[in-house]
């Protein structure tokens, strides 16, 4: 959920033309992104590769320009082939400007150009003469870019065209020759003011392409990130990005992306006080973002688990009492566990509801089991509903999300018996409450950890070094805090593929 030198961190919350937004949707926040002054330096350190694929990248025109020297007559000149030789930087700073901009200074940028300079001039008698010699120019620089936060088509903008150029030196050095001589003090002088124009139009230029490219390519990760198949999570922007003295913060919409359904939210219980500002990154959810996923994985048909074989007979074999043994006889009539197909699936969107002690997600749900008879279609032998209410901890660790079953309720709804068996029904039933409370929620659960997991792997979740995260469970809405390291190599492989 970074914009381009410092874009990084700017489009991880998520040309330039400002959005129109209406008052009423100013309520209508499901997800938002805090990033913290601590983040900012972090990710500041990466501003020396964005800086010399500007330098690099950035194409210089020729320059040619005619000067009138005494005794001279006029000489005119051209720079071609002007090319980046060497490049270094010292160091970079970044500071917030309160409901401003993000101020980005790069001292000491030291850089070599070369390239062909020709020149020629008509004396006091009409001699025309001409010459071309190598020529190579030292220079050190320093940088302030100015990148403001805009809007542009529902997400947020780097524009980062308030930037400057100031040179502390300026030497050309003519054929290798370092050693002053007339005709590079000839030229040096009014080669120098066109030679910073062009540097500074070229390399501004291209910084702000950079930004673009790096605010859509992370924004769209941030998009992909919240969508698997035909779900996602509209993360267009709510209201205008928010700059403060110690963190910048953007409010999305997070509203369901799938098919022809539309979900409305209720207004909005974000707060600015309700993230803190001791953490690198935030990310606020309302509870009913989650709600509107959960409804989309019922319609996707998603919710749906079998459960076969050995593990079977694992969670109908954790009671070995003699009365428990009875049962399973029964109900399994003498056949394998292999030959047996317990279904269970969501009869209704789950409802899921965010409280201090986790996350308590409602469903009714139902279960069949079928025992597969050979050379006959499978029969159901028992078919029976629940309404099932866990309260669920989260945790991320090892980067691998873990959840911790905390409480559940079971309330029995239908319950259908095609066995014929000589013990009452309320035997079943008591076996089977158990079973599900013991084994069944827990097999469920323990199938949602590494799915959910792989998906945010395929995401690239893994990639990122996370520091400490914690998943905070309030009344509404949940909170993910952490701090993190920059993997160097993502922003490597991205200029690559982008230069």
Known sequence: MMAGLFVIPLALISTAVACTFE???????????????????????????VIQAAFRHATYPDISGERSMRFLGKVAYGLTNIQINDLSI?????????????????QNVTASFKGTLSYGYTGAWFVKLTHSIDFEIESSIDLQINTK??????????????????FYKLTLHLQGDKQPGWLKQLFTDFISFTLKLVLKGQVCKEINSLAQLLADF????????????????DISLASFPVIKANYMESHHKGLLLYKNYSVVFNDSVFAPSLLSESRMLYFWFSDQVLNSL?????????????????????MFEMEDTEAHQGIVQEIFQGTSYNDSLAKVWSLTPPQITLQPEGTIVKSSVAVELSIFSQGAEP?????????????????????????????????????????????????????????????????????IEPALTSLMNSKGLNLFEIKNPEIITKEGYLIIQLDFGFPHHLLVDFLKKTL
């Open 23 to 49: 008052e009423s949707s100013l309520n209508l926040t499901g997800i938002v992104c805090r990033m913290t002054k601590p983040a900012a330096l972090v990710l500041n350190q990466q501003t020396a590769q």
């Open 90 to 106: 010292e160091n970079s700073e970044v500071d917030f400007k309160e409901d401003d901009a993000i101020d980005i200074a790069i």
């Open 149 to 166: 936060l805009t809007c542009a088509k529902g997400r947020v903008a780097a524009d980062t065209s308030d930037c400057y150029l100031t």
């Open 218 to 233: 992370i924004q769209d990760r941030a998009a992909n990130f919240l969508q698997d198949g035909a779900i996602g999570v």
């Open 294 to 314: 959960a409804m989309a994985a019922f319609l996707d048909e998603r919710l749906v688990l079998t459960i076969t074989g050995e593990e079977l007979r694992e």
């Open 379 to 447: 029969t159901g032998v028992l078919y029976f509903e629940k309404e099932v209410t866990v309260t669920i901890q989260s945790a991320y660790v090892e980067k691998k999300l873990v959840l911790h079953l905390a409480d559940s309720v079971i309330e029995p709804k239908v319950f259908k018996c095609a066995l014929e068996r000589a013990g009452d029904d309320r035997s079943l039933r008591h076996f089977l409450q158990k079973i599900i409370s013991v084994a069944g929620i827990p097999e469920v659960i323990s199938r």
